[in-house]
Each structure stands twice: as C-alpha cells, then as structure tokens.
T-cell receptor, first 113, second 114 residues
Framework: KAGVTQTPRYLIKTRGQQVTLSCSPISGHRSVSWYQQTPGQGLQFLFE???????NKGNFPGRFSGRQFSNSRSEMNVSTLELGDSALYLC????????????FGPGTRLTVL | AQTVTQSQPEMSVQEAETVTLSCTYD???????LFWYKQPPSRQMILVIRQEAYKQQNATENRFSVNFQKAAKSFSLKISDSQLGDAAMYFC???????????FGQGTRLTINP
C-alpha cells in the first residue's frame, strides 16, 4: 500500500505571496492532519480534516487554512506569507477512529524569502 | 494543556550497544496514547512504537521497547543492539483518547558511533 504523499517537496516563495500544499493520504484513510515543524517551535498541530470537515484547529492565524476533498486528499493554503512561515509542513493520515495511528508523509519544505 | 518533555537534546551510543531515550508528559486525562516517532535526515516521520495508557504491559517492537510508568508520567524508549540506521531525531508524542492531534516533545538527536 502506498504511503502518504506530499507535493511539492520543496517550495521557495517571497513574502506576501500565497502557497498551496497538497497531501494524498494512504488509501482508505479518511483523516488528514497537518503539522508545522520549525527548529524553534518544534512540531505544532495546524488542523485536522475528516470527511471534508475541519474537526480541530491549532493555534495558528487565519492565514493558514485547509480543505479536504471527497477522495480524502487535502490541501493547505498559507496566504500573505511571512518569513516565519518557513518550515517543514508535514501531513499525516489515519483511518477513522481516534485510536488509529497517524502515518506521516515526507513533508514539504517551504522557504520564504 | 498537555505537554511532552524530552530532556536529552542529543544522545550518542556505540553501534551494538543499548541506549535509552527519556520522555515525560503532563496530562490530566486517564485515557491516552503515547508514541515514539523517528525522523531520519530524509525527514520522513516513521512510527517506532505505540503504547496505550490502559495497557500495563510495555510495548515491544523487535529491538525497540518502552518503559511506561503511568503514575510517574514517564515513557522512555530503549533501543537494543543499536545499528547505524537508527541514527535520527526521535520524537515522543502524546494523544488524548478521542482527540485528533498529537502533542510532540522537542526531540532527541541520536548518533550511532561505528
């Protein structure tokens, strides 16, 4: 079974631009979560989607948004990029139950210049 | 709010030796899950081992085992017969039952010396 895939793997943007990252979960997984990883703040939860609905959101500004499609694929969008948004963005998927383990993708490295 | 603390930013061990990584957590929940994830330089976060809080028996996966002390809120990872491929960042993570998000520690960088 194929793992979680994320595209693109690397991205360079300038301040003020917006960016969209994509995540395809493991087949059969309906929940997709997003995390931001930075050297200073570590791994922080952004949001989680299940059946096209956002069920939980972390403490991030409204510039960070996401959505999930009927095939469970998810996208996250960051508008008006700031230098501090430079990070590794990780996507994780799991099946239905909260007890299920989350499996991570390889991440998208975003650099904001 | 739940917190996870990994007090060892870096650890090193000789190949074939045993190493233990420490993790403590703080929660008022009684039902939760604990995980160790490994992140090698390739950045892919890989699940190493998982422990359900309601299980008293410590989880084991081949060379990896945990020492789960619920009363002390401690969850350490023991790696036996360390191999060069074990070199990575190791993250301890907590998830409350019924919650969606993982709460991570700051990570421990493990170096394996040949």
């Amino acid at each position: 079974k194929a793992g979680v895939t994320q595209t693109p793997r690397y991205l360079i943007k300038t301040r003020g631009q917006q960016v969209t990252l994509s995540c395809s979960p493991i087949s059969g997984h309906r929940s997709v979560s997003w995390y931001q990883q930075t050297p200073g703040q570590g791994l922080q939860f952004l949001f989680e989607y299940f059946s096209e609905t956002q069920r939980n959101k972390g403490n991030f500004p409204g510039r960070f948004s996401g959505r999930q499609f009927s095939n469970s694929r998810s996208e996250m969008n960051v508008s008006t990029l700031e230098l501090g948004d430079s990070a590794l963005y990780l996507c994780a998927s799991r099946r239905d139950r909260p007890t299920d383990t989350q499996y991570f993708g390889p991440g998208t490295r975003l650099t904001v210049l | 709010a739940q917190t996870v603390t990994q007090s060892q930013p870096e650890m090193s061990v000789q190949e074939a030796e045993t190493v233990t990584l420490s993790c403590t957590y703080d929660t008022s929940e009684s039902d939760y899950y604990l995980f160790w994830y490994k992140q090698p330089p390739s950045r892919q976060m890989i699940l190493v081992i998982r422990q359900e809080a309601y299980k008293q028996q410590n989880a084991t996966e081949n060379r990896f085992s945990v020492n789960f002390q619920k009363a002390a809120k401690s969850f350490s990872l023991k790696i036996s017969d360390s191999q060069l491929g074990d070199a990575a960042m190791y993250f301890c993570a907590y998830k409350a039952a019924g919650a969606q998000k993982l709460v991570f520690g700051q990570g421990t960088r493990l170096t394996i010396n040949p």
